[in-house]
């Protein structure tokens, strides 16, 4: 099995900056998508920024220019630079990763999701 852990949510006034970083541990050999989602009280969870293995990346418009993802595949992590952050970017983060991983003998592709970490963002 694989499991992901996030960390570095938290209570930041507006304006300010956060970095979430999710691992994933497991018997990994590949991770071909790197992701982060949110999901505000009473709202669908929604996409934020993408990465893909190759570099590509990809941002919701809501936060161009103001959120980094990066990746560290060495490591299996994910990153979430937030910076600028506004009132209405108050969700919980997940980060959800398309993972290649070795279950006994065979390799397989799977969907993964973090259990999620609060960003508050309030003056």
């Known amino acids: 099995q694989v499991q992901l852990v996030e960390s570095g949510g938290g209570l930041v006034q507006p304006g300010g900056s956060l970095t979430l970083s999710c691992v994933a541990s497991?018997?990994?050999?590949?991770?071909?998508?790197m992701d982060w989602y949110r999901q505000a009280p009473g709202k669908e969870r929604e996409l934020v920024a993408a990465s893909q293995r190759n570099g590509v990346t990809n941002y919701a418009a809501f936060v161009k220019g103001r959120f980094t993802i990066s990746r560290d595949d060495a490591k299996n992590t994910v990153y979430l630079q937030m910076n600028n952050l506004k009132p209405e970017d108050t969700a919980v983060y997940y980060c959800?990763?398309?993972?290649?991983?070795?279950?006994?003998?065979?390799?397989?592709?799977?969907?993964?999701w973090g259990q999620g970490t609060q960003v508050t963002v309030s003056s």
């Open positions: 497991g018997n990994i050999f590949s991770i071909a998508a």
């Open positions: 959800n990763f398309f993972v290649g991983w070795v279950n006994v003998n065979l390799r397989r592709w799977d969907d993964y």
